[in-house]
């Protein structure tokens, strides 16, 4: 079947995409190979979490995201529940190795710590059988003898030994040299030592290294001495050799340990390595992941304790120089320019996706980033209206058309939303005002009128702020909404409303209203609100929606369920609103250039608490580490004692050097970077490895255009007279090692072109049966002048013309081909040059 169009899409011009040059398979340097991590996903809820003992059996619950055991992201705090219903997506970079991806649920706790109900741990091997699909998982308990991270250097050798009574012995040479990756202990570096122990049937010797102070990353070089082979049981057969019978007992185990000072010690995890791998060799030398311990205690009920609902997608990708992408770039940029839209490239990788998300986050940048977003969006979205048969549901769907614009908005939307909404929704989160008019929901003593006029106060004030800020909305919103306006127009020419209603089922109902109930996902609040906060900003969202919403303005009645919000709503049901709403989506929604009035504003970018080192010296001579509150905004980084009080320290963007990450031997702390700047280097501390990679990147990027940018710096600090790590005497010397190289961007669109087409590679590499299937689909449709009337899966695809798509399938499968020679050899590559047992691929020890 599929000849036949074959031979009409051969009859056609050659592929444009794939005559552009690249380099042989294989002559890519794998030290130009970037493998990049990222990790998105969803907390949906929790049910069955095990009760308090009592009458008060419930639980005020929030779930943690751990890498190993490293907490990089929080949910907020669900009261009183024990089926806590979280609904919060998360996407971030992951900047480092790690062995298990962890989800901890609490029990928040005031007086005391936040009690760990069960955990759920996936290995990194195996995220890939979770991706993308929402699962339940059984919630495991939570011992400290389980929570365990890094690895350990190790090395054993076989010494022959004559007594002092002349006959032969032998003796085991521990020498444990170094730990890598030990976790945190409360937030800080653990003061680590290990015990080294020979354990057999009869035997358990055991010794200890020193505590080292204050590192994740000790070094103990430290060697110990055990005998093997007692002196009685020697003989010429195994004069060289451990005895078979001791060689299969024997192991070495090595149990690292925070050291407790005043309190008891913490386990940080072990490994056993038995002496048998020096049967045929007298030294082994490895690095081995530490294991947890099991101490004994059964292991509870898999439905004892709960069951978290989780959807998670992991990805790992090896992003090549940028020729190799040259092809499949070219191809997915002509896009727009395709007849009919359904037969490009990006069109086509959005069909056979398992999740469009998967597709739409790469698509969006990468064509935003060539300007071709707009013709894009405008065409995927015409499609959309063609199977729209009334004008009240225009856009409510989760099309490509649909997921593509809401994507754009969050990338492109970020300053108009922080000029906008953020002054207002400080003020909200930060007063105390009651703001709950459901009469089931008051509390005693609430005042229902001074609520709702509370209500009010904050609806109207947030409505004119969003109405008032056409001339803030970015160029590519106005642009595309203008497209979206045109073409309702034209599906519904009868329909007075649906020009309106089709830009405000974005601009309201996937942009504002999402903001307001969750301002922590948009960086317009450094935190989760409050519960009671939450419920006031979920009030607001539900007025300001329908508000927006020109359907609803249009009724008599409003579209809430609810009657106390039908009887608040009475409030707006005023023609002032409705013109309001009116002139606003008349405004943004034009093609006329406007000249931002937030341009002379500075951009603000990013906040948050770290510890900072103190610039200068306390009484006792020493530097100390401060607890500050950083705002970085597109003119200057300030640190504050607290949010919201005046600076103490202000770092003009244009007098930035240099932004790069600081060693951990520096100060023996984890997650640090400097600040280079005109004046002497500001050292952070982040909260973890993940908000540190974020600080880095913004201000790197906000400050790429600077002048008189460091070539080189120093990656430690300058100490007792001189640099550790160069070891240079003057403080104004040249640093030792390069510095971060970055291009000139924009940094609103700062975007990875590289990284978006490796992953968009990815995406039709793991869905190529789909694409194939594709392919016999239009042979089928080219053969039957139609497609098959029996549901299969052909059925599914969107197929307008099929020699134009098999065309264009037949485009990417060779693509595709071609760039899997390189990968494929950057894998082989890899594979062969990680020796298992190196630092990089360490040996999974034996568990208990």
Not at 188 to 217: E, F, H, I, M, W
């Amino acid at each position: 079947m599929a000849a036949a169009v074959a031979a009409a899409a051969a009859s056609s011009e050659a592929p444009a995409a794939t005559a552009t040059a690249k380099p042989e398979a294989g002559d890519e340097d794998s030290r130009d190979v970037r493998v990049l991590q990222s990790l998105r996903g969803k907390i949906c809820e929790a049910k069955n979490l095990l009760p308090y003992l009592g009458p008060n059996k419930m639980r005020d619950c929030f779930c943690t995201v751990n890498l190993d055991q490293e907490e990089v992201y929080r949910t907020q705090v669900v009261e009183k529940s024990l089926s806590p219903f979280f609904s919060e997506e998360f996407y971030f970079e992951i900047p480092r190795t790690f062995q298990y991806l962890s989800f901890y649920v609490y029990d928040k706790n005031v007086l005391q710590r936040d009690l760990r109900i069960g955990k759920v741990a996936i290995k990194k091997e195996d995220l890939c059988n979770h991706s993308g699909i929402e699962t339940w998982f059984s919630l495991q308990p939570v011992d400290s003898n389980s929570e365990v991270q890094g690895k350990v250097h190790l090395e054993l050798k076989l010494n022959e030994l004559i007594t002092d009574n002349g006959t032969v012995c032998q003796q085991l040479v521990v020498h444990i040299k170094a730990c890598h990756g030990l976790p945190l202990i409360n937030g800080q570096s653990c003061d680590p030592y290990a015990t080294v122990s020979l354990v057999g049937p009869s035997r358990n010797d055991q010794k200890k290294t020193k505590v080292k102070k204050k590192t994740s990353n000790p070094q103990f070089n430290e060697i110990f001495y055990f005998e093997v082979t007692r002196s009685s049981s020697y003989t010429r057969k195994s004069q060289f050799q451990v005895e078979e019978e001791d060689i299969e007992k024997l192991e070495i185990r090595i149990d690292l340990w925070n050291n407790g000072n005043l309190v008891q010690d913490v386990f940080l995890g072990e490994i056993k390595v038995p002496v048998n791998v020096l049967r045929n060799d007298s030294s082994h030398q490895a690095w081995y992941l530490l294991q947890p311990k099991d101490n004994g205690n059964k292991p509870s009920k898999t439905d004892d304790l709960g069951s978290l609902r989780l959807n998670i997608c992991y990805t790992e990708d090896c992003v090549l120089p940028s020729e190799y992408y040259g092809p499949l770039k070219t191809l997915l940029l002509k896009s727009p320019d395709i007849q009919p839209i359904s037969a490009s490239a990006a069109y086509i990788l959005g069909e056979i996706c398992r999740d469009k998300n998967d597709a739409v986050l790469p698509l969006v940048r990468l064509l935003l980033h060539h300007d071709k977003l707009v013709p894009f969006a405008t065409a995927v979205a015409e499609l959309d209206l063609k199977d729209t048969q009334e004008a009240n549901t225009i856009f409510r769907g989760n099309s490509l058309a649909t997921r593509c614009l809401d994507e754009m908005m969050k990338i492109v939307g970020g300053h108009y939303l922080k000029v906008t909404l953020k002054p207002i929704l400080d003020e909200i989160c930060e007063s105390s005002k009651s703001c709950e008019i459901d009469p089931i929901k008051l509390k005693e003593g609430d005042n229902v009128e001074n609520n709702k006029e509370n209500l009010r106060y904050y609806v109207d004030k947030v409505f004119s702020t969003i109405i008032e800020s056409s001339m803030s909305c970015p160029t590519v919103m106005c642009d595309i909404f203008y497209s979206l306006r045109q073409m309702a127009t034209q599906r519904f020419p009868n329909d007075p409303h649906v020009q309106y209603s089709a830009v405000s089922s974005f601009v309201f109902l996937r942009f504002f209203a999402v903001a307001v109930v969750s301002p922590h996902t948009f960086h317009l609040r450094p935190h989760h609100p409050d519960a009671q906060t939450v419920r006031t900003l979920t009030l607001i969202s539900k007025t300001i929606q329908t508000l927006g919403s020109w359907g609803s303005l249009s009724k008599s009645k409003s579209s809430f369920k609810e009657t106390f919000m039908c009887e608040f709503f009475k409030m707006f049901q005023e023609e002032r609103y409705i013109r309001a709403v009116k002139k606003f989506l008349d405004e943004i929604s034009s093609t006329e250039t406007k000249e931002s009035s937030g341009t002379s504003e500075p951009v603000h970018l990013k906040e948050g608490e770290m510890y900072k080192r103190a610039q200068g010296r306390t009484r006792i001579g020493k530097k100390n580490f401060k607890k500050r509150w950083f705002c970085l905004t597109s003119r200057e980084l300030t640190y504050h004692r607290q949010p919201g009080k005046d600076a103490i320290y202000t770092i003009p963007v244009k007098n930035i050097l240099a932004v790069e990450k600081l060693e951990e031997s520096s100060f023996n702390k984890k997650n640090m970077f400097q600040v280079i700047h005109t004046e002497k280097p500001l050292y952070v501390q982040a909260n973890n490895c993940v908000e540190a990679n974020e600080w880095i990147d913004v201000l790197r990027r906000v400050s790429r255009c600077n002048q008189n940018r460091l070539s080189f710096y120093h990656p430690s600090v300058y100490l007792n007279g001189n640099w550790l790590c160069c070891q240079e005497a003057s403080e104004n010397t040249l640093g030792c090692k390069p510095s971060t190289a970055g291009v000139p961007a924009d940094i609103r669109i700062d975007i990875d072109e590289d990284r978006e087409t490796e992953r968009i590679y990815s995406l039709f590499t793991l869905s190529m049966l789909k694409l194939q299937k594709m392919e016999e689909a239009c042979g089928t449709i080219a053969v039957y002048q139609g497609p098959q009337k029996e549901p299969d899966d052909y059925s599914n695809f969107v197929i307008e013309d099929s020699v134009t798509t098999f065309k264009t399938i037949q485009q990417i499968k060779s693509i595709i081909e071609k760039l899997s020679e390189p990968h494929e050899k950057y894998r082989k590559k890899r594979s062969s040059s990680a020796k298992y047992g190196s630092k990089e691929n360490p040996i999974v020890g034996k568990a208990s």
